[in-house]
């Protein structure tokens, strides 16, 4: 209506005589007196993108779950043989011999699968360095128990020598009380002294 009141040709979005929006352009043919018009519904214009839209959230969805169990794979790799050392080491910390060990199989190739296997080395180096000490220790504790029997017997059997001469200058001295002269009672004193 408006190229033929006006003559202008037009170009726009507006709703159409069935009352659904388009998209229109027109352009007046002079020499036959004709306006050409072509429409095209929003529906149908869009109808590609829509089903561009739904191709590509359909990829990003199966790409999101394919990345997830990808990272969650990934992250078991990892978390798990953390896990076990984690694990173990509380083991170890406890005195748990046989839970210090980490499980070796299915162990990763990769530098943490590697760790597990170095650490399970150190670990056995360790209990069995544990195990030569508490030997040690036991030697130890025995001879030491061995050198206290021997000295208390050692000093038992020195003392009786000396008890002998501690009596035997306490007898001297009481019989001859009044004959030994003040250097003798010194001498006598000094080995009663020397000898306790």
């Known amino acids: 209506r408006a190229a033929l009141e006006r003559g202008q040709e037009i170009t726009g979005d507006y709703r159409d005589y069935r009352g659904i929006m388009v998209s229109g ?9 004709w306006i050409m018009l ?31 169990a990808l990272a969650g794979a990934w992250a078991r790799g990892i978390v798990r043989p953390l896990r076990i050392v984690s694990e173990t080491d509380f083991a170890l910390a406890g005195g748990d011999e046989a839970g210090a060990m980490a ?14 296997r170095r650490r399970n080395k150190r670990v056995k180096a360790l209990m069995e360095r544990q195990r030569e ?4 220790q036991k030697r130890s504790a025995e001879a030491a128990a061995e050198l206290e029997r021997m000295s208390y017997s050692i000093v038992h ?15 001297v001295e009481a019989e001859a009380a009044g004959k030994l002269s003040e250097e003798a009672r010194g001498y006598l004193a000094r080995m009663r002294g020397a000898a306790i």
């Open 133 to 136: 000490l508490v030997l040690e």
């Open 157 to 171: 059997d020195m003392r009786a020598p000396l008890r002998t001469i501690v009596t035997f200058g306490d007898m």
């Open 103 to 116: 499980s070796e199989e299915n162990l990763p190739t990769n530098e943490i699968g590697e760790f597990v």
């Open 25 to 33: 352009a027109s352009v007046i043919v002079r020499e036959q007196g």
């Open 38 to 68: 072509t429409e095209i519904d929003f529906s149908q214009a869009f109808a590609p993108i829509r089903r561009l839209r739904n191709v590509l959230v359909g990829l990003m969805i199966c790409l999101s779950v394919g990345g997830v």
